[in-house]
């Protein structure tokens, strides 16, 4: 009986060193797979600025974010600031970064899972094919969802 209490709290332990590991503690940040300010983004994001365009305002080259609202080119909140002060300004918070491609809403103050919102991959198949030439490669489904799509009458594409 003894050993059962040992192995729970060697559990709990080990349960949260992963937690450190891999969690916020870590500097990993888990993106979001919704948003609820997505019908603020722009009609067409297909058609973008290159993702070396200088900021519109300071027309410093590097680590510059397009507003998915109003597609304007602004610098980060590490060099100007000014892709912060066009949400404050704006109120558009939807934002695509031409470094990583990541996105980022302001709102919510979160990354976007843009390979599992929808209304977000044709900005970033646009971002990504103007960045490296190619499309983007794009998650495949794991075994839990497809089954999931399988058992509810969808298809999957391999």
Not at 64 to 87: A, D, G, T
């Amino acid at each position: 009986m003894a050993n059962e209490g040992t192995s729970s709290s060697r559990f709990e332990e080990e349960e949260e060193e992963l937690g450190e590991l891999y969690g916020a503690e870590s500097g990993w940040v888990e993106a979001r797979s919704s948003c609820d300010h997505l019908a603020s983004l722009a009609s067409d994001l297909v058609h973008i600025p290159p993702p070396d365009s200088p900021c519109f305002r300071c027309h410093h080259p590097a680590e510059n974010w397009l507003c998915l609202s109003c597609k304007e080119v602004l610098c980060s909140r590490f060099i100007n600031k000014h892709m912060l002060n066009h949400h404050q300004e704006t109120g558009h918070c939807l934002a695509l970064s031409f470094s990583d491609l990541s996105v980022w809403c302001f709102a919510c103050e979160a990354y976007l899972d843009v390979q599992l919102i929808q209304q977000l991959q044709p900005v970033y198949e646009a971002a990504h094919l103007l960045k490296f030439g190619q499309r983007p490669p794009f998650r495949s489904l794991d075994g839990v969802e497809l089954c999931s799509l399988q058992n509810k009458g969808g298809s999957a594409k391999s």
